[in-house]
C-alpha cells in the first residue's frame, strides 16, 4: 500500500507533532481535577491549564489570561460567545461564508420569539468589495456581527481588521471566528477591535481533537449558557464568579489543553512564517497544476488566502472524486464542508466540491501525486 498522504487539514490537521504526543500520553499518568483539590495531581493539572493559557497570550500578544476560556472545539466557543453576547431585538450581521457553526445558532436565535434577526453580506469579493459591503449591511439595528476571519471552504482570509475598526467606530459587538487561520497567520490581539475571538485546538494549532477556546476582550461580560460546578463559590444555586472560571463549568480537558500548549510550542519552534511560506508555496503549485488540468474547476482563487484549493472535476460528484482518491490513500474531503452559505455563493450547492487543504507536514511529492491522479481520473 501507497503511503498516507493527508491533505484536510481544514478539518482536522495530522500528523500531530511527537512533542504532542508524548505530552498526552504522560499527563494520563500525572492529571488530576485542577481547581478542585489541594493534592498533587490537581496542582500539576491546575499548572499546566493556566500555562496553555498564558501560551496562548503570549502566542496571540493578548494581556489577559484569565480572559481565555476553554472549551470543546470552535463551535461550541462560537455558541458560547454569540449567545453570551446576545440582547432581545438585536440584530445581527454575517458574512456569506460562514460555517455552520455560526449560521445555525444564529438561524435558532431568530426564531426563538425575542426579535433577534440576522442578514448576510458578500464577503467573495476583493478587500475594498468586501469593506463596501460590509457596510452597507450595518443599519441602526446592528448590534452584533460574526465574522470568519478565514473561510474553511476556499481559504480566502477575510480583511477582518478592517471590520474592526468600523465595528469599534460604530460601538458593535464583534465576534471573530478564527478556526482557519489561527496557526497559519499572525493574528495580534493587541491590535484588533473584538468583543470575542473563537479558535479551534486540533486545527493549525497541532492540538488534538476535542479542544477549542474563546478569548474575551476584557471588558465583556458575557452571559453564562452552561451552568454547573467550577469549584468557585460551591454553596451558591446560582452560576457565579468571574472569567474564565464563569463559563468553565464542569471539568475541563486537562491533556488536549497540554496538547495545545505543545502544539504552540511546536509552531514557534518551526517559525509561523516558514510554515505559512511553504504552505503557501505548495497551495499556488496545486492550484496551478490543477488548473492545467482539462476539465477541472478550481473556485475561489483568492490572493490572500490559507493553504485550501478547492475543485470538482466536471461531470464527477464530488462526493466519488474523494472516494476515488481515498482508494490511493489520498485523503480530501468532499461536499459542502458544513457551510452551505459559501457553496450557495460560489453555485457549487447541488453538487459541493473537492477541498484540498495543507500543513506544513505536507510536501511536494504529495502534492504532485493528488495532481496525478486528478488527471488520470479527468480523463475517464
Not at 481533537?209 to 476582550?217: D, R
Not at 509561523?272 to 492545467?292: F, G, N, W
Amino acid at each position: 500500500m501507497s503511503r498516507l498522504i493527508y491533505l484536510d487539514n481544514a478539518a482536522t490537521s495530522y500528523p500531530k507533532p511527537k512533542n504532542v504526543i508524548n505530552a498526552v500520553n504522560e499527563s494520563l499518568f500525572r492529571c488530576g481535577n485542577p481547581g478542585r483539590s489541594g493534592h498533587e495531581l490537581s496542582l500539576y493539572s491546575a499548572k499546566a491549564v493556566y500555562s496553555c493559557r498564558e501560551a496562548i497570550c503570549s502566542f496571540f500578544n493578548f494581556n489577559h489570561p484569565e480572559n481565555v476560556v476553554f472549551t470543546y472545539n470552535t463551535t461550541y466557543a462560537l455558541n458560547m460567545a454569540i449567545k453570551g453576547l446576545i440582547n432581545d431585538k438585536d440584530e445581527i450581521i454575517i458574512s456569506n461564508l460562514e460555517h455552520n457553526s455560526v449560521l445555525r445558532p444564529i438561524a435558532e436565535l431568530e426564531k426563538s420569539g425575542r426579535g433577534i434577526s440576522y442578514k448576510t453580506f458578500d464577503a467573495l469579493g476583493n478587500d475594498d468589495a468586501v469593506i463596501q459591503n460590509f457596510e452597507k449591511a450595518i443599519s441602526d439595528k446592528t448590534r452584533l456581527c460574526v465574522i470568519t476571519m478565514c473561510s474553511n471552504v476556499t481559504g480566502k482570509i477575510l480583511p477582518f481588521a478592517k471590520i474592526g475598526e468600523i465595528c469599534k467606530k460604530k460601538r458593535i459587538k464583534l465576534i471573530f471566528d478564527a478556526a482557519q487561520c489561527a496557526g497559519f497567520i499572525p493574528i495580534d490581539l493587541s491590535s484588533l477591535y473584538f468583543s470575542a475571538v473563537c479558535f479551534a485546538g486540533h486545527k493549525s494549532l497541532c492540538g488534538i481533537m476535542g479542544t477549542g477556546f474563546c478569548v474575551f476582550a476584557p471588558d465583556i461580560v458575557p452571559k453564562s449558557i452552561i451552568q454547573g460546578g467550577n469549584g468557585v463559590e460551591s454553596i451558591s444555586p446560582l452560576q457565579t464568579g468571574l472569567l474564565p472560571e464563569r463559563l468553565e463549568s464542569g471539568t475541563v480537558g486537562v491533556p488536549g489543553i497540554i496538547a495545545l500548549y505543545e502544539g504552540i510550542r511546536h509552531i514557534q519552534s518551526v517559525g509561523l512564517d516558514e510554515i505559512s511560506e511553504k504552505c503557501s508555496r505548495l497551495e499556488a503549485r496545486l492550484t496551478s497544476a490543477l488548473m492545467q488540468i482539462e476539465n477541472v474547476n478550481v473556485y475561489a482563487r483568492a490572493k490572500n488566502k490559507v493553504s485550501t484549493v478547492l475543485f470538482n472535476i466536471n461531470g464527477a460528484a464530488s462526493e466519488d472524486t474523494a472516494a476515488f482518491l481515498s482508494s490511493k490513500n489520498i485523503c480530501v474531503r468532499a461536499g459542502l464542508h458544513c457551510s452551505p452559505l459559501a457553496h450557495k455563493a460560489l453555485g457549487t450547492i447541488d453538487m459541493g466540491a473537492v477541498r484540498a487543504s495543507i500543513s506544513h507536514f505536507n510536501t511536494g511529492e504529495d502534492i504532485d501525486a493528488l495532481t496525478q491522479e486528478i488527471q488520470m481520473l479527468s480523463k475517464r
